[in-house]
């Protein structure tokens, strides 16, 4: 999802991103003062850590297209070292991703109180590395996948808007794997006309 962000400082996020739990009536409210470690539990704080990227989407700018580079440059990274990047093994990673993205989205955004969490970009990893499935792994692909991907998620069409309606972490999460389908068909598309064109 594309995304702008105001800077955060480091000391503040536990203050300005998860809200405080007032002790005594048990309520959330909107004034946060203290440490991050008071008013932030563990819990939330590594759903914080999760959702957003290893705090990729605290960067201000394009959090989300910034995610995609790195999962982009993770996955090259993977080929590169000489691990086998399996069908299997590559679902399962994308399956794994979306299960922690669902929860700790879902997390982030009820401590702050949207629905859509502008941090979040953990959805953008897993639709990236969805992009790139059963494709050959190359630098033009590479390339290529980044930019379908980030033009569908942008675009959103027909029903990618609608998966954020179901709301939570699951919304969250299938509007940008759908994305990534979506690129995916188009790239696949892309290669075999091109292949038949050359032969």
Not at 82 to 108: F, N, Q, R
Not at 148 to 159: A, E, H
């Amino acid at each position: 999802m594309q995304r702008t962000l105001q800077a955060h400082r480091p000391g503040q996020l536990g203050r300005r991103i998860l809200p405080r739990t007032d002790k005594n009536t048990g309520r959330r409210g909107r004034r946060f003062a203290g440490n991050r470690q008071q008013y932030s539990p563990l819990k939330r704080r590594l759903a914080l850590f999760l959702a957003s990227g290893c705090y990729l989407g605290l960067i201000p700018g394009a959090p989300g297209t910034y995610a995609a580079v790195a999962a982009t440059f993770a996955y090259y990274l993977t080929y590169r070292a000489g691990h086998k990047i399996l069908p299997e093994l590559h679902l399962s990673v994308i399956g794994l991703i979306t299960v922690i993205g669902v929860l700790a989205s879902s997390e982030v955004a009820r401590a702050s109180g949207k629905e859509d969490p502008q941090i979040v970009v953990i959805d953008e990893i897993a639709g990236q590395l969805l992009t790139f499935l059963f494709l050959p792994v190359n630098l033009l692909n590479l390339l290529l996948g980044t930019l379908l991907f980030r033009v569908f998620d942008i675009w959103k069409p027909y029903p990618v808007r609608k998966l954020e309606l179901l709301g939570n972490g699951v919304g969250i999460m299938a509007d940008d794997l759908l994305a990534g389908v979506y690129a995916n068909l188009v790239l696949q598309v892309i290669l075999l006309v091109s292949s038949r064109l050359s032969w």
